[in-house]
C-alpha cells in the first residue's frame, strides 16, 4: 500500500530538512494511524504540489516530525474532466462526491436542475457545499491523491450551459432510449483540453433543459442499456473517460 497521505498548508521545513505536522493531521497521524520512526507519508497541499517524507519521531498526541527534502508537483491530467452533479436526496450527493473522487474526477459543479427535489438555499445550502468540499478532501487524502477535485459553488442551468459552450467534449447522460442517444463508450474524445459530463437529477434531465445544453454544444449520450442512481452515474462515466482516454493506463 502506498503511503498515507496528509493535507498541509505549506511547505516550509528547517535547514535540516525536519518537519513539524501538528494540528488535526498531526493528531490524526500521532493518534489515529500511530505512525513510527521510518515509516513513509506523504504531504500534500491537496493542488498537486506534494512531498516523500520519512518520519523521524512523534512527539505527544498530535507532532509528527518527518524528514522533507524536497517538493514536487504534480502536472495536470488530460484531458480534465468536470461533472456537474444534480443535487441528489439526503446524503447521495456526498457519496457522488466520494466515489468520483477516488476514481479521479478533476472538478465537480453541483446544479440546481429543475427536477432535484433537494433546494441548496441559504445556510443550508453553504453547509451542504461545505459537506461537499470536506468528502472530496477525504475522500482525496484516502485515495492518495495529492491533487483534489475542485468543487465549485452550486450552478444555474444557464451556467451550466455556459460551462459546456467551452468545453472541448460536452455530455449529456440522458437516459431516454428512445431519442436514440449515442453510447458514450463510442464518443470521439480530446486528447487534451476540458471534457464536461451533465449528470441529471433521478427525474431526468428537463427538456428545456437539455434544449439549452444542445444549443451551447452538448450531445446527449448512455451509459449503457440500464439506467443509473444520479449519484452513480457520475462515477461510472468518469471511470469510463479515464480508462478511454489513457489516463488509466
Avoid at 14 to 42: F, M, N, W
Avoid at 172 to 178: A, G, N, Q, T, Y
Avoid at 182 to 195: K, V, W
Amino acid at each position: 500500500m502506498t503511503a498515507p497521505v496528509f493535507v498541509v498548508e505549506h511547505f516550509d521545513a528547517g535547514g535540516d530538512g525536519r518537519y513539524v505536522l501538528d494540528g488535526p493531521e498531526g493528531r490524526h497521524a500521532v493518534s489515529v494511524k500511530r505512525l513510527q520512526a521510518g515509516e513513509d507519508v506523504i504531504l500534500t497541499d491537496g493542488a498537486g504540489r506534494w512531498a516523500d517524507c520519512v518520519v523521524l519521531a512523534a512527539e505527544g498526541k498530535d507532532r509528527l516530525i518527518v524528514q522533507l527534502d524536497s517538493v514536487s508537483e504534480e502536472p495536470l491530467a488530460q484531458p480534465r474532466i468536470t461533472v456537474v452533479q444534480a443535487l441528489p436526496k439526503g446524503d447521495r450527493g456526498e457519496l457522488a462526491v466520494e466515489t468520483m473522487t477516488e476514481v479521479g474526477v478533476d472538478a465537480v459543479v453541483p446544479w440546481q436542475a429543475a427536477r432535484c427535489i433537494t433546494q441548496w438555499k441559504g445556510e443550508r445550502g453553504l453547509k451542504a457545499l461545505g459537506k461537499w468540499r470536506a468528502t472530496a478532501r477525504e475522500a482525496g487524502k484516502q485515495s492518495r491523491r495529492v491533487r483534489f477535485p475542485e468543487v465549485a459553488d452550486a450552478a444555474s442551468t444557464k451556467q451550466v450551459a455556459a460551462l459546456l459552450a467551452k468545453a472541448d467534449f460536452a455530455a449529456v447522460l440522458h437516459s431516454d432510449f428512445e431519442r436514440g442517444s449515442e453510447p458514450l463508450a463510442t464518443a470521439e474524445l480530446p486528447d487534451e483540453g476540458e471534457i464536461v459530463l451533465v449528470v441529471g437529477p433521478e427525474g431526468g434531465v428537463a427538456k428545456d433543459e437539455l434544449a439549452l445544453f444542445e444549443e451551447a454544444g452538448a450531445r446527449a449520450y448512455v451509459l449503457g442499456p440500464t439506467v443509473l442512481r444520479t449519484s452513480t452515474a457520475g462515477t461510472a462515466a468518469t471511470a469510463l473517460l479515464l480508462g478511454r482516454t489513457g489516463r488509466w493506463s
